[in-house]
């Protein structure tokens, strides 16, 4: 039986169009899914957008539509972005399908009836932007939200809460039972010092003052709570408490099933403690992992619509390709640390790890081998000297080494793994000097064990990459001439499979990029929101 594996993204507010910081996102969930399903996990991978709040509800006022109007409008930018992206969500959830509203009305009902609910009153300080209510402490003198630094309001209202004191205890059990519950461990201490060790207050999940929301069965005139409403996807998308509920059965009930939220930092508090909370009053497992990504930051810091320093995607991806996009968001920005955008600093990686290293690699080898052997790769027959030997070693520890980081979900280091690959095969050119080779008619040999063990390894690095360069790994298959039948995990990680196939010279894989033009292209896009906003 295979392996299952379930991954999400958050599910992304669409209060505006989305940028290069949400495509980061979505983009190294896709990877990863993309990386199990080749290596034969069940994965089901799962994006969408959380549509309700008060905030969506006066967005939609202001531009004179109906909340639902405005939604269906951004969310249809939001698919389309993840088309241009090469994205293979398997399911695209909306909290305002009614899939979701059956799912989350069940479960409030079931948190009344175990008493995990129950209706007192709220009085404290809102923050709008966040969602979030604050105490007194929180946000200070100042009256600022601890989180985004916009101004609080004063605010009351009856409400239901949820008894976090009931599984506080079972929570910080969780968190000591399983180390990398929240990955990377650096952002536990966090959520323990901050908010657990404080005394963690009841949670108000439901609101009167407005009324964008999932309505509550039991008491006219509340809604929903956005976060309980949203968090909630992860299980409604699969069936829960709804009549088709064997994907809930599949990957979440299943005990085998490794489930994986992604998140950006900003929303670790409501991944790490309240939803496990309400996992455990709905007596259903919690997550593997709450992966916490860092930020991307540009030079003036958080890439906001109101600053002007958004990247729009679509002409990023139309002038430098999806691959190289998707390339440079896994290998430049650490998976799990901030990383800052520099326009230079994506071109010049692009050039270096994609024009040079790569696409030199291949362009070099299918040259040589129609050069010397017709366009046919030499047979595989085991290696003949120290040179082959260490390259084929390479590519076998390189293999162990991916799939041991991907699955410890290090995804930048798993992918700077196979790019080591790439760097070693175009020194075992240099070392093996299969020019000098073929000048000797005694090394003919050795020219044809050189060209095998050269195409072999690019075999098993594009296959590597494949969950990166959705496009482009194809394109180097092609060039090697690999069969249909041949391209898939198991075949291009048993390193000799290679020998008899006739390469096709292609087009350059990724042609080397003008730095100073496509500079200026890059900082041309940033500049352009930019006016928009101000006019
Ligand atoms: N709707 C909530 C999430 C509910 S999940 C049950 C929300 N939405 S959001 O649209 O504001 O942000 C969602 C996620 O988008 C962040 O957690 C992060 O993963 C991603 N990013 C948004 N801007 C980003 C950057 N500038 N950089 C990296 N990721 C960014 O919070």
Redesign the pocket.
């Known amino acids: 039986m295979s392996k299952k594996f379930y991954i999400t993204?958050?599910?992304?507010?669409p209060?505006a169009s989305p940028?290069?910081?949400?495509a980061?996102?979505t983009t190294m969930c896709d990877i990863i899914a993309r990386g199990k399903r080749m290596r034969g996990f069940e994965t089901y991978f799962l994006t969408g957008l959380?549509e309700h709040g008060e905030k969506i509800q006066e967005n939609a006022e202001a531009k004179g539509v109906t909340p639902q109007e405005f939604v269906d409008e951004v969310a249809v930018k939001f698919t389309s972005l993840w088309k241009t992206m090469g994205i293979s969500n398997d399911d695209f959830i909306r909290t305002t399908q009614p899939r979701h509203y059956e799912t989350v009305k069940k479960i409030f009902s079931s948190f009344i009836k175990n008493d995990d609910a129950y209706l007192g009153a709220y009085k404290g300080w809102y923050c709008v932007h966040e969602e979030s209510y604050w105490t007194e402490t929180q946000v200070g003198p100042e009256h600022v939200c601890p989180e985004c630094g916009r101004p609080v309001v004063e605010k009351e209202e009856p409400s239901y809460f949820f008894r976090c004191g009931k599984y506080v205890d079972e929570l910080l059990k969780l968190y000591d039972e399983n180390p990398t519950f929240i990955t990377p461990e650096g952002r536990k201490a966090e959520m323990v010092n901050n908010f657990i060790k404080p005394g963690l207050n009841d949670l108000c999940i439901t609101r009167t003052t407005f009324d964008w929301g999932i309505p509550v069965k039991e008491a006219e005139g509340h809604v929903i709570y956005?976060?309980l409403d949203?968090?909630t996807?992860?299980i409604s998308a699969l069936g829960y408490l709804q009549e088709d509920d064997s994907k809930f059965q599949k990957f979440w009930n299943d005990p085998e099933s490794e489930i994986v939220h992604?998140?950006?930092?900003?929303?670790t508090r409501?991944?790490t403690i309240y939803w496990p909370m309400f996992l455990k009053a709905l007596n259903l497992r919690e997550p593997n992992r709450v992966f916490v990504?860092?930020?991307?930051?540009m030079k003036d810091g958080?890439?906001?619509k109101s600053k002007g320093n958004v990247i729009p995607v679509p002409p990023l991806v139309d002038r430098f390709g999806v691959d190289a996009v998707r390339y440079y968001l896994a290998r430049e920005i650490i998976f799990g640390q901030d990383g800052q955008f520099t326009p230079e600093q994506f071109v010049e990686r692009l050039n270096a790890d994609l024009a040079n290293n790569l696409g030199n690699l291949l362009n070099r080898s299918v040259s040589m081998i129609n050069k010397y052997f017709d366009g046919v790769i030499p047979e595989y027959k085991g290696e003949l000297n120290d040179l082959d030997k260490n390259l084929k070693e390479t590519a076998e520890k390189t293999i162990k080494a991916y799939e041991v980081l991907s699955d410890d979900l290090k995804v930048t280091e798993s992918y700077g793994a196979v790019m080591d690959l790439v760097s070693a095969a175009n020194k075992y050119i240099e070392e093996s000097a299969p020019w000098a080779l073929a000048k000797d008619p005694s090394k003919a040999e050795e020219l044809a064990s050189c060209m095998s063990h050269l195409a072999n390894a690019i075999f098993v690095a594009g296959m590597l990459l494949s969950p990166i360069l959705v496009t482009k790994s194809e394109k180097i298959f092609d060039q090697l001439g690999v069969d249909a039948s041949m391209r898939n995990y198991e075949t291009a990680t048993k390193f000799g499979v290679l020998g008899g196939q006739k390469v096709v010279k292609g087009d350059q894989l990724f042609p080397r990029l003008d730095v100073e033009a496509e500079v200026q292209f890059i900082k041309d896009l940033m500049a352009a929101p930019k006016e928009k906003a101000a006019a």
């Not at 992604?262 to 929303?267: F, L």
């Open positions: 993204t958050p599910i992304y507010y209060s940028h290069l910081g949400h980061y996102c959380d956005v976060w949203a968090l996807n992860y992604v998140i950006g930092a900003d929303i409501f991944h990504h860092g930020l991307m930051m958080k890439m906001s």
